[in-house]
């Protein structure tokens, strides 16, 4: 079994809420569903954990309000490799709407000095040497340019880390440049990347080849209820999971897909085995609040509705 890690660089609070549909401009009561620590990266980790996989993890922690975060570390018997940093850990704010998407409002949080940030890179390609696989997950902090981000990442992979990057905005657009060996953008990040419109499959496969062909060795599209396309040497697959009849809250549903993926990684399973369990696991998802398998018979029978393409290979 690989060692793996998560690096979560901008921690977070999630207030989880649902309510029928937002009215702007107006008081708004919204049934909460949790407040819980996370961050990208944790919340993978909290996936492979219900899934019995031994995971570190690593990041920045505000020092204000850490309670929560080392509390969970232990409870899960995650290994904390989380530098703290003066200042709070932020809230973010995710509202799921019947009929919509999610609404995410992130707040500002701890700020990231010049020294706090060598000793993260130094510490990080220290401790990395003893893992196989680092999942690099979310947003970048404040502080934290997306050039530094770049070089640190491209040293990762430069070590014989597997890299895999999950994020968005200039934390994705810095770390492609530094050619992870697995990447999982959405359509939406897909597009922005490329600067046009993707309409149909075949136009977001053209682009994923593109940043296949920049030297990224897996290249993973979510579609959302269209499923997912993975781009590799062994081919191009497309898995397309059930409807999901109770949609609680699709917060943590990439995550969820993305410690799917690692766990079929780490067991050297064949890709199309792999993207099927990574869209179980992601499918199940978003019938809860909170991030993590409470029903592993639920997840198996989810899996076995899930529809597989090979679309080249």
């Known amino acids: 079994m690989a060692k793996i890690a998560t690096v979560t660089l901008n921690t977070a609070y999630d207030l989880v809420g649902r309510l029928a549909k937002i009215e702007l401009g107006e008081v708004n009561t919204v049934e909460t569903l949790g407040l819980f620590p996370a961050g990208k990266g944790i919340n993978v980790a909290k996936v492979l954990h219900d899934l019995n996989v ?7 922690l505000g020092e204000d309000n850490q309670g929560d975060f080392s509390q969970m570390f232990q409870r899960l018997r995650l290994e904390d490799k ?6 709070k850990t932020r809230i973010n704010v995710k509202i799921t709407e019947t009929e919509a998407d999610v609404t995410d409002l992130n707040f500002l949080g701890y700020q990231i000095d010049d020294s706090a940030w060598t000793k993260f890179v130094q510490d990080s390609l220290n401790w990395s ?9 979310g947003s970048l902090p404040r502080g934290v340019t997306p050039e530094q981000f770049t070089q640190w990442l491209s040293r990762l992979a430069q070590s014989g880390v597997k890299v895999v990057l999950d994020s968005s905005n200039a934390a994705l657009t810095a770390g492609l440049k530094a050619n992870p060996w697995l990447v999982k953008p959405n359509h939406r990040e897909l597009e922005a990347w490329i600067g046009k419109p993707l309409n149909g499959l075949a136009e977001i496969v053209a682009a994923a080849k593109q940043l296949q062909a920049q030297g990224i060795a897996n290249v993973i599209i979510s579609m ?4 997912s396309i993975w781009l590799s040497d062994d081919g191009v697959v497309q898995a397309r999971p059930p409807k999901c009849q109770n949609v609680v809250s699709t917060v943590g549903a990439g ?11 780490s067991r050297q399973w064949p890709q199309q085995q792999t993207l099927a369990f990574a869209s179980a696991v992601s499918a199940f998802a978003v019938s809860q609040s909170n991030v993590g398998i409470s ?14 393409n090979v679309l080249e290979g």
Do not use: W
């Open 255 to 265: 995550d969820s897909m993305v410690a799917g993926l690692i766990y079929g990684i």
């Open 129 to 137: 040497k003893a893992f196989e696989i680092v999942a690099v997950c």
């Open 295 to 308: 029903d592993h018979t639920l997840v198996n029978q989810i899996l076995q509705q899930v529809e597989i």
């Open 224 to 227: 959302g209820a269209e499923g």
């Open 54 to 60: 031994d995971v570190a993890v690593s990041g920045f």
């Open 82 to 87: 989380f530098q703290r940093v003066p200042g």
